[in-house]
């Protein structure tokens, strides 16, 4: 993990330990979404990759308005192909926020290219004007659900700088896509299992009308031919999210005694940056992706009009933290920042015991070893900002409703309020 002092060591590593599990979740911060339908339709696709292929990069070009699209093999592999297709390479330079994933940091580095971290904050995003800009590619991620485009792009253009919109987190649904149809840049996607899609994999890249594909790196084969166990993989996922509480609690208790689970993110924190290889995806990642695209824009209507629900109903009665000022369809979950360090622990175990799930992906780069030497002065936005933050699910799922979360929000905030007063 990232440089500590002695005095705040022990402080840190609490707060880099995870959100406890419910025993017997009644939701998933990613629900499974491989149904015994999208089983069928993903093998049926996946016989005929080229046609697979076609269809899903024309659902995709028509619903961004773009002109071409380049599969990669994972969201970080497109990110790369993305940065290189614009001039990153040794020498060049790269601004991104600090609030953000390690792949994005590695896709960069694995150009050849320095990434320069800029501080980032809940209210106005990625301090940008903090950086000189001139002549360098400018990463925009939407850190949580913010519209990075609509608030910085004017300011990145004014600078000199070139963007590129890296939208991994977001639903790729029409509608979210098509608010940046006039978006003079590239865009990234991925298809992860994570991801708000929840495919089995792989990544694209969306390029403007002005773009030219022959001027891009070279993508090799995926070394993964075969993917038919992660297309199980999820299918299993799909049915245990709406297995009956028995079956569930046992999912939940073997995972935990799984090789990799851990109660903390020191754990996870990489000791040096991630090479990050230029491969094409394999026809499963392209089967799976095509059929899940086409629920994609009633998940993310679902989703949309759910946290907006559980806002509206919650939001003026929480006393112990607040929703960031996430758009539609930008964000898998919903967020929370608390006003003080060490609430989000309580708040999570109160909701766990209730059986709703929540997580924290966000840890400021410049903290970890590999990145330290990127940062851009001072962070205090991210510094205030990581051990406060919270997500809980908004993705559809069976027995979650916005009313149940809501009632869970609520008695997690009297949890905080109630461990305060015994303080």
């Keep these: 993990m990232g440089p500590v002092t002695a005095d705040d060591r ?8 995870y959100p406890p599990p419910p025993d017997t979740p009644v939701a998933y911060l990613h629900p499974g979404r491989m149904s015994p339908r999208r089983l069928a339709g993903t093998l049926l696709a996946s016989a005929r990759p080229g046609i697979t292929r076609d269809r899903l990069a024309a659902e995709l070009l028509a619903a961004s308005g773009r002109r071409a699209c380049v599969f990669a093999a994972s969201g970080r592999s497109a990110l790369r192909w993305a940065l290189e297709h614009h001039g990153a390479r040794p020498g060049t330079q790269v601004v991104t926020s600090t609030f953000n994933c390690p792949a994005v940091v590695d896709a960069i580095m694995s150009t050849g290219a320095t990434p320069v971290l800029v501080d980032f904050d809940p209210d106005h995003g990625p301090a940008f004007a903090s ?4 002549g360098r590619l400018v990463v925009l991620t939407n850190g949580l659900g913010m519209d990075e485009w609509e608030r910085h792009a ?16 977001a639903m790729p649904s029409s509608a979210v896509l098509g608010r940046y149809a006039s978006a003079d840049c590239s865009l ?37 031919a075969s993917g038919i166990a992660e297309v199980l993989r999820a299918t299993g996922h799909y049915a245990s999210v709406r297995a009956p509480a028995g079956v569930r609690r046992t999912v939940e208790r073997r995972q935990r005694r ?16 991630e090479n990050v290889p230029l491969a094409s995806s394999n026809r499963w990642q392209t089967a799976a992706a095509q059929v899940m695209l086409g629920g994609a824009r009633s998940v ?5 009009h759910f946290a907006a629900r559980v806002r509206a109903q919650a939001g003026e009665h929480l006393t112990s933290c607040r929703f960031t000022t996430a758009a539609a369809g930008l964000t898998p979950g919903i967020d929370l920042v608390f006003a003080r360090r060490g609430h989000r622990h309580v708040f999570a175990r109160a909701l766990a015991g209730m059986g709703v799930p929540s997580g924290w ?17 001072p962070m205090p936005g991210s510094e205030h900002l990581w051990p406060r933050i919270l997500t809980v699910p908004q993705q559809p799922q069976p027995r979650l409703s916005p009313q149940r979360l809501v009632a869970a929000l609520l008695a997690a905030d009297a949890a905080v309020r109630a461990e305060d007063s015994r303080a």
């Excluded at 004017?154 to 987190?169: F, S």
């Excluded at 992906?361 to 002065?377: D, E, I, V, W």
Aim: no cysteine; charged share 20%.
């Design 10 to 17: 022990d402080t840190v590593l609490e707060d880099l330990r």
């Design 131 to 134: 950086a000189d800009l001139e």
């Design 154 to 169: 004017r300011l990145v253009a004014d600078r000199g700088g070139t963007p590129v919109l890296d939208v991994a987190q």
């Design 188 to 224: 990234v996607l991925s298809f992860g299992a994570g991801k708000p899609l929840g495919g089995i994999g792989g990544g694209a890249v969306l390029l403007p009308a002005r773009a030219d594909t022959r001027t891009g790196p070279t993508v090799r084969a995926s070394g993964n």
């Design 258 to 273: 799984s090789p990799g689970w851990s109660r903390t993110k020191a754990d996870h924190l990489p000791d040096r940056p």
């Design 300 to 304: 993310a209507d679902t989703a949309a």
């Design 361 to 377: 992906n966000y840890y400021p780069l410049h903290r970890m070893t590999p990145y330290t030497q990127f940062a851009h002065g």
